[in-house]
């Protein structure tokens, strides 16, 4: 009956002002969190295409021009401005991608630390895992 009890009056843990700041600022940084991962992913993406780019032009002629694509259009450029483009490119990736996983590792430690006062505080009552 002891027993009982004590899961009833953890059940019905009142909500404070605070508790609800708590939870909404783990939704925000859960949203923001999804959205850093989406652009590192897409940023992944592209530096492996970039990557791939750049190994294929390892394999081309020297004489001929490259179709190199900038926005909307193609300009003919030689291999070597290609290439050059093409390694400052990837450099830029890879400082957006460090700065990225920065952020991840910034919006995860916020996280963590919202987790830990609110399932002290709510115990089995709160869900803040991801499905």
Do not use: C, H
Not at 85 to 114: F, H, N, P, Y
């Amino acid at each position: 009956m002891r027993m009982l009890e004590r899961e009833d009056e953890e059940g019905d843990v009142q909500v404070t002002w605070q508790d609800q700041e708590n939870i909404n600022n783990f939704s925000k940084y859960n949203t923001v969190l999804q959205d850093l991962e989406e652009s590192y992913q897409a940023k992944k993406t592209e530096k492996e295409y970039l990557d791939d780019l750049a190994s294929e032009l390892e394999l081309a002629d020297e004489d001929e021009p490259v179709r190199y694509r900038i926005g909307e259009a193609f300009v003919s450029l030689s291999l070597e401005a290609a290439q050059e483009r093409i390694t400052k490119s990837q450099g830029e990736l890879e400082e957006e991608i460090e700065a990225l996983k920065v952020k991840i590792d910034e919006t995860t430690e916020k996280m963590d630390e919202l987790k830990k006062q609110l399932y002290a505080r709510f115990g089995n009552s709160i869900n803040l895992e991801k499905d």
